[in-house]
């Protein structure tokens, strides 16, 4: 029987969302000191970030247990960032265009994600708070990108920038609630042996 509540369920890749996280925070500062990099870097940049974020997502999804909650928001979030990361890619040209929408849509769907993580939590996690504040800020940071679309290519760079950073923040600290504890390994490897 569990005895702890995670939204998330738990996995062994944990590490690789940290990996990822540990990534965006240098290429975060890296764009705040080089602006005149332009969209077509960043775009390059976010469509590789979430073709490999994407990737990790559906192996997450294929590793947390279906019997518990969670792991169908790993499998729509991976999905969604391989469809965009691939299109930022493949065409350079519509992204540099488009890239504040896709930006938007992106912080959407991440920003109401983990504020029906946080409520789902409410009563049995101390830090679901840290949750719905993340998914507050997100949501704040898509509006912007929906309804500034036409800002200065600079403003788009730094705005990136800090978006590059606190995702990266953000996906180090949820790594760490994803990590599963030693129980549930000793309890995973009991479950193998058994079957």
Same mark, same amino acid.
């Given at each position: 029987?569990?005895?702890? #509540? ?19 925070? *240098? ?37 947390? /247990?279906?019997?518990?909650? +969670? ?5 729509? +979030? ?6 965009? +990361? ?59 990108? #929906?309804?500034? *679309? ?29 990590? *599963? ?9 009991? /479950?193998?042996?058994?079957?």
């Amino acid at each position: 029987m569990e005895t702890k #509540f995670s939204f998330w369920g738990k996995s062994r890749y944990w590490w690789a969302v940290l990996t990822v996280g540990v990534l965006l925070i *240098p290429c975060g500062i890296w764009f705040m000191f080089r602006p005149a990099a332009g969209y077509a870097i960043i775009s390059m940049l976010l469509g590789w970030a979430l073709v490999v974020l994407g990737a990790i997502q559906l192996v997450i999804a294929g590793d947390v /247990e279906r019997n518990r909650s +969670g792991w169908g928001w790993w499998l729509a +979030g991976g999905i969604f960032d391989l469809f965009i +990361g691939f299109l930022l890619i493949s065409h350079l040209l519509l992204s540099e265009t488009l890239l504040p929408y896709f930006f938007a849509f992106i912080l959407l769907y991440r920003g109401i994600k983990y504020i029906v993580s946080s409520l789902a939590q409410s009563r049995r996690n101390k830090g679901w708070w840290l949750y719905l504040l993340n998914g507050i800020l997100l949501l704040l940071f898509s509006f912007f990108f #929906f309804f500034s *679309p036409l800002a200065a290519g600079v403003v788009i760079v730094y705005l990136c920038a800090i978006a590059f950073v606190y995702w990266g923040a953000m996906l180090i600290v949820f790594s760490l609630d994803l990590k *599963p504890d030693k129980n549930d390994l000793h309890r995973k490897g009991t /479950e193998i042996a058994i079957g």
